[in-house]
Nanobody, 117 residues
Framework: QVQLVESGGGLVQPGGSLKLSCAAS???????MGWYRQAPGKQHELVAS????????KYTDSAQGRFTISRNNAGNTLFLQMNSLKPEDTAVYYC???????????WGQGTQVTVSS
């Protein structure tokens, strides 16, 4: 079982930026990965994904143009650069490997992102 540890969240004002990191206990190189978020009372939402080779990325409409997903060459760290943050981005953010379009591993503890003035 791979352990996933997210970090980098915090409280930021609208329009601000944060960079999230996800450390995996082993390399997940060559596997598609994604950043999910869960707002209170809602299901996990996939907001950004990246292919195993990092050649392809995909974003939800709300994240497109504001968020950038990336990964390191070793394949054990995933990043999410978030700019122009909005209050509706407030959620707990998680990373996970994507298999068959679904998250594969047990969720980590996530990292809280709060966008508020």
């Amino acid at each position: 079982q791979v352990q996933l540890v997210e970090s980098g969240g915090g409280l930021v004002q609208p329009g601000g930026s944060l960079k999230l990191s996800c450390a995996a206990s082993q390399s997940l190189r060559w596997f598609a990965m994604g950043w999910y978020r869960q707002a209170p009372g809602k299901q996990h939402e996939l907001v950004a994904s990246i292919s195993g080779t990092a050649d392809f990325t995909k974003y939800t409409d709300s994240a497109q143009g504001r968020f950038t997903i990336s990964r390191n060459n070793a394949g054990n760290t995933l990043f999410l650069q978030m700019n122009s943050l909005k209050p509706e981005d407030t959620a707990v953010y998680y990373c996970n490997q994507i298999v068959g379009g679904a998250p594969y591993y047990t969720w980590g503890q996530g990292t809280q992102v709060t966008v508020s003035s």
